[in-house]
């Protein structure tokens, strides 16, 4: 409950509004008003440069996801999803991809339900790079 991310990223803000609305009971006339305000804002602060932070993160995995992809090109010539099946087979026993699983059956069909014309899904649609170790410390 008390992890480091944790205290910074919900405890920390929620002390500074609770000191700011406690400025502002123990002090109700413009002294308090602004004090009030400034923790406000101060706590605000603390929820964005959270949530950029965040973001930040993201764009790191966006990163090595085109990283992993380019990786494949080099070694293959084509992109992964663009990959003709042979290259992902190959790619899947040589460690570079994931296994792919097999396309998930709708919910909304039953055993019951009759079958219309197949619909053919995307070749590639279960193809993952294969994962690698991070170079970042492991999340707490």
């Known amino acids: 409950m008390f992890t480091p991310v944790k205290i910074v990223r919900f405890w920390l803000p929620a002390l500074i509004f609770v ?11 413009i002294i308090g008003l602004e004090g ?40 293959y010539g084509v992109w992964p999803d663009e990959a003709p099946e042979t290259i992902l087979s190959r790619a ?28 053919e899904s995307h070749p590639h649609a279960g193809a993952r790079r294969a994962s690698r170790p991070s170079r970042r410390p492991p999340r707490r």
């Open 19 to 29: 000191v700011g609305a406690a400025m502002l009971i123990i002090s109700p006339d």
């Open 36 to 75: 009030a305000a400034l923790m406000l804002g101060g706590g605000l602060g603390v929820v964005v440069s959270n949530r950029i932070h965040q973001m930040g993160l993201r764009g790191e995995k966006d990163r090595d996801e085109e990283m992993g992809a380019r990786a494949f090109y080099t070694k």
């Open 92 to 119: 899947e026993r040589e460690g570079d991809i994931m296994p792919r699983t097999p396309a998930p059956v709708p919910a909304d069909r039953t055993a019951s339900a009759p079958v219309g014309p197949a619909v």
